[in-house]
């Protein structure tokens, strides 16, 4: 069974950057590829990024605007990502969490993770 630990997220001002970090340890082949998501107040759980473990990044979406970077350290098992130029509004609860579903392009789907991690809050101040 996967289990992903998550680094502590943190406090940072806007336009500040922060790097989040998910550990998976009981990793199989079977699960291919790992994502991020949070919980922004008021909204439901979004898709933030996503890639395989052999590399494979799906598109991010439209709102991060480039602020946000996935990358994947496979003698590690970690996955990371990179958040810069942060606002108060990516102020939420990210979640790392990873899918078996069969694709070469990593889902970006809420319904295609079965692992999640614990979850870490990330607060931007104005």
């Known amino acids: 069974q996967v289990q992903l630990v998550e680094s502590e997220g943190g406090l940072v001002q806007a336009g500040g950057s922060l790097r989040l970090s998910c550990r998976a340890s009981g990793r199989t082949i079977s699960n291919a590829h790992m994502g991020w998501f949070r919980e922004t107040p008021g909204k439901e759980r979004e898709f933030v990024a996503a890639?395989?473990?052999?590399?494979?990044?799906?598109p991010y979406p439209d709102f991060l605007k480039g602020r946000f970077t996935i990358s994947i350290d496979n003698a590690e098992s970690t996955v990371y990502l990179d958040m810069r130029a942060l606002k108060p509004e990516d102020t939420g609860v990210y979640y790392c969490?990873?899918?078996?579903?069969?694709?070469?392009?990593?889902?970006?789907?809420?319904?295609?993770?079965?692992?999640w991690g614990q979850g870490t809050q990330v607060t931007v101040s104005s």
């Open positions: 969490a990873g899918s078996n579903f069969f694709s070469a392009v990593p889902p970006r789907l809420i319904d295609k993770y079965a692992a």
């Open positions: 890639m395989s473990w052999s590399g494979r990044i799906a």
